[in-house]
Structure formats: C-alpha cells, structure tokens
T-cell receptor, first 110, second 118 residues
Framework: GQNIDQPTEMTATEGAIVQINCTYQ??????LFWYQQHAGEAPTFLSY????GLEEKGRFSSFLSRSKGYSYLLLKELQMKDSASYLC???????????FGRGTSLIVHP | GAGVSQSPSNKVTEKGKDVELRCDPI?????LYWYRQSLGQGLEFLIY????????KSGLPSDRFSAERTGGSVSTLTIQRTQQEDSAVYLC????????????????FGPGTRLTVL
C-alpha cells in the first residue's frame, strides 16, 4: 500500500510564490502526478515526475526526490485563479492506478 | 467535445433505490477508472478497466457496487440499495493505457456525477 501526505490547506498572496509539499511511502515507485482541482470541477493534469529533479512548465514546476519519497509543486507569480485544491498522486511499480493524497487547498488572496 | 463525459451530472435518490452512473471515455482510451470523492476527502479508487475487463476491483466498497464496460468504451457504475454514506461525487477518468504500466498514462477526468442519497 501507499501513504501519501500533503498539507490540508495553505494561503498565499497574489504575485507570490508557494511550494506545496508531498511525501509518500511506497514499496515500488513508478511516477508521481500533480493535479489541480477547482471547486466543483474535475481534476486536471499538471505534471508528471518519474526521475529525480525539477520539471518546469510555465509558472508551475514540480520536483521529485525518490530517495526521500518527496515531491513539491512550486507555483510562481500566483494569480487569484490558482485558488484550488492540488492533488498529489503516486503510482506503484507495475500498476496503472495512481493513489491520490487528500489534496492541499490553496487560497490566494489579494 | 472530445473529453470524458458523465451522466447524469446530478442524481438525488432515496435510500434503498438503485442508481446507474454512466461514463463515456475519450475515444481510443483503453483504460478507464472510477473514483469517488466525498466532501473534503481525496479521490477514493473504486475500479479499473483495461478494455472490457476489470483487472482491479479492489476499491469497490461493498457488493452493492458493480461496474461494467462494453465495447471497450462506455462504462456503467451501478449502486444497488443505496445508503446515505454512498453520497459523494463519482468521477470517471480514462487514459491511453496502451503502453505498459511503466509509462506516462495521464488520466483525463470527467466532470463527475454528484450523488445524493436522502
């Protein structure tokens, strides 16, 4: 099984940078996903990491350290529309099915 | 559009009734997943289909829950004798699934069906 831990809620100011952490424990690792979910909407894919390091995609970056069982999602130049829940999901070796954490609710205020 | 669609978007039912939830995946996606999400909770995995077969049903919470997929496309999740604790948003997702499990396989989610059991 897997154990995925992320903070329940974070707040940040418009224009700032925020880092959302995710730690996991798994018997065999085969990829970590970040999804964004606005209230009342479906999750949408943000990033995928399977190797150590930083993946940058516009204002969003995702980092992975497999040895530490740790990832973070970095959001730069925050906008009000970034207020959403951010879901970390981990896939075990040989599985198609990622297991989702409970999500981090990010509130961006002016 | 070309995304995952689900119907109905909202379903209100009385305790003890049966309900059917439908999912139309993206054309060509062989993998299909059902999840449910309760208020303030993460996504709870229910069942996974590869084509028409379900190699992983481990998340179905009880024998009142069943799902099928026909023609490698549409899937139906059926909940029999609904209970109040079944109230949740039921999300369907699909992915290419053609390559081995050691591949990207980004999931595309539908808008969900909000089920309320009175």
């Amino acid at each position: 099984g897997q154990n995925i831990d992320q903070p329940t809620e974070m707040t940040a100011t418009e224009g700032a940078i925020v880092q959302i952490n995710c730690t996991y424990q798994t018997s065999g690792f085969n990829g970590l996903f970040w999804y964004q979910q606005h209230a009342g909407e479906a999750p949408t894919f943000l990033s995928y990491n399977v190797l150590d390091g930083l993946e940058e995609k516009g204002r969003f970056s995702s980092f992975l350290s497999r040895s530490k069982g740790y990832s973070y999602l970095l959001l730069k130049e925050l906008q009000m529309k970034d207020s959403a829940s951010y879901l970390c999901a981990v896939r075990e070796s040989g599985s198609y099915i990622p297991t989702f954490g409970r999500g981090t609710s990010l509130i961006v205020h002016p | 559009g070309a995304g995952v669609s689900q119907s109905p978007s909202n379903k209100v039912t009385e305790k003890g009734k049966d309900v059917e939830l439908r999912c139309d995946p993206i054309s060509g996606h062989t993998a299909l997943y059902w999840y449910r999400q309760s208020l303030g909770q993460g996504l709870e995995f229910l069942i996974y289909f590869q084509g028409n077969s379900a190699p992983d049903k481990s998340g179905l919470p009880s024998d009142r829950f069943s799902a099928e997929r026909t023609g490698g496309s549409v899937s139906t999740l059926t909940i029999q004798r609904t209970q109040q604790e079944d109230s949740a948003v039921y999300l369907c997702a699909s992915s290419l699934g053609r390559r081995g499990p050691n591949s990207y396989n980004e999931q595309f989610f539908g808008p969900g069906t909000r089920l309320t059991v009175l």
